[in-house]
């Protein structure tokens, strides 16, 4: 059986309950879906071994994302082209895991496990590859670059603070301990972060291993700091500075931060978008649901200026596609120092340092700003993927149009002032007139 699976078809696979099934994706030849009777998935590559033309299955671990899934398997498969067997070569790799590494009842060997198998969310949807990763950086790992299906030890994290510690020697007073470690060095937000991680690897275990490890250490510890929605909303005079010191960055972050500014898409968004997700001669921009926080695939109209800056970008080398990269391989890192160094520059431009931003206040400030042009709110949410307050409930099942003109027409407007506020022309100005409440 073969078939281009989406996420959605994914999801609405339903298990044999007597065989195994497996299925061909179209989308990516040598890659198959595997359904199992009670109902578990998983990912297979099937190739024939280089040396004697003998077929060959990779599994991969847990069950990555689709296009995580898409990727891997692409690099596994070229690592066929160039002579290698990785079906073998990773069981050379795991019996040397087995053999040096910590077992699952070590802290770092249950982070490990609950990494690579942990696949399902609450609502029973595939966890995206940005959120485990994330959770992963507060554990304290980070894939693998040579072996992209794989966890490494990275930063400051749990896995570092407790190494070498049974997960049941780990109390209430040490995660505790933990947390006002992580909110002294890199603040309470950061903190709540990581409680919300070892809350859920924690919980994870107690879940499959009740009888020999039945409570969390997670338990009755609350989050460091309270938090409060951000409402910060960029003037035009702050928007203007931005877009100048972007421009005058240069290739990757400051054409990143343009496009955050004329989309409103969140910072990982643009950040990890490929190429293969752009229609040019359409005009579009298609982010897969697996690349959204919400999980749904959201069509982005794009303006003249959008198109003005794609057209500029350079095509990096490498297996990646992505937009902005310096390798080809991965997405851009340290944006801690870019951001210090636009905050810099615009403090030069202004006369005075900007008042504290994040990248995702850009988000709420695009969308303050398509009320500001006249946009009807329900147009302002589809231009950024929400689906909250004018659509709900039953309403929102059947309230399926896509808005694909009047977003359109919402973007080019707000080009258009962006355009206006960087070139100094007031007469296309629409004045500004305080902060936003949502985001």
């Known amino acids: ?37 009670n109902g578990r998935k998983s990912w297979a590559i099937r190739y024939r071994r280089p040396s004697d033309g003998a077929p060959r299955k990779l599994t991969l671990a847990g069950f990555p994302s689709l296009g995580l899934a898409h990727r891997l398997a692409q690099s596994a498969l070229d690592r066929v082209a160039e002579g290698h067997d990785p079906a073998r070569e990773k069981q050379v790799e795991e019996a040397k895991r087995r053999a040096g590494e910590p077992d699952s ?24 590859e940005r959120t485990r990763q994330a959770t992963a950086r507060f554990l304290g790992f980070k894939r693998d670059p040579a072996h992209p299906d794989k966890w490494i030890t990275a930063g400051k994290g749990a896995a570092k603070q407790w190494a070498g510690r049974a997960i049941k020697d780990i109390k209430a007073q040490n995660v505790r301990d933990l947390l006002d470690a992580i909110a002294d060095t890199a603040g309470p937000v950061a903190a709540n972060r990581a409680l919300t991680a070892l809350k859920t690897a924690f919980r994870w275990r107690v879940d499959r291993d009740n009888e020999t490890f039945p409570k969390s250490p997670c338990d009755g510890v609350k989050a460091p700091s ?87 970008l350079p095509h990096i080398k490498g297996n990646s596609g992505l937009l902005f990269t310096t390798n080809g391989l991965g997405i851009i890192g340290g944006l801690g120092r870019a951001k210090d160094r636009l905050d810099e520059a615009m403090a030069g431009d202004l006369g005075a340092a900007p008042e504290h931003w994040v990248f995702h206040d850009l988000r709420r400030t695009f969308v303050t700003g398509l009320q500001r042009l006249g946009i009807a709110l329900e147009v302002a949410e589809a231009c950024v993927n929400h689906r909250s307050g004018t659509l709900a409930g039953v309403t929102a099942v059947y309230a399926q149009y896509d808005y694909a003109a009047e977003k359109r027409a919402a973007l080019d407007a707000w080009a258009r002032h962006v355009e206006a506020i960087v070139s100094g022309k ?11 409440s949502r985001g």
């Open 105 to 128: 009842d070590s802290v770092e060997g249950m982070f490990r496990e609950f990494l690579d198998r942990h696949t399902r969310r609450k609502d029973k949807k595939p966890i995206r």
């Open 1 to 37: 059986m073969s078939k281009k699976l989406t996420s959605i078809a994914i999801d609405k696979i339903k298990p044999h309950p007597d065989k195994r099934i497996e299925i061909a994706d179209a989308g990516k030849p040598g890659l198959y879906l595997v359904i199992q009777p």
């Open 226 to 312: 309270p938090e409060e929605a951000r409402t910060r909303v960029l003037t035009d005079r702050e928007i203007a500075a931005l877009w100048r010191v972007a421009d005058a960055d240069g290739y990757p972050f400051g054409p990143m931060v343009q496009m955050l500014i004329l989309t409103g898409c969140r910072r990982d968004e643009v950040r990890g978008a490929r190429w293969v997700e752009f229609d040019l001669p359409a005009r579009t921009w298609s982010i897969p649901g697996a690349r959204t926080k919400n999980g749904r695939d959201h069509l982005m109209p794009l303006s003249d200026a959008t198109m003005a800056i794609l057209a500029a």
């Open 426 to 436: 007031p007469g296309s100005v629409v004045p500004f007139k305080g902060k936003a």
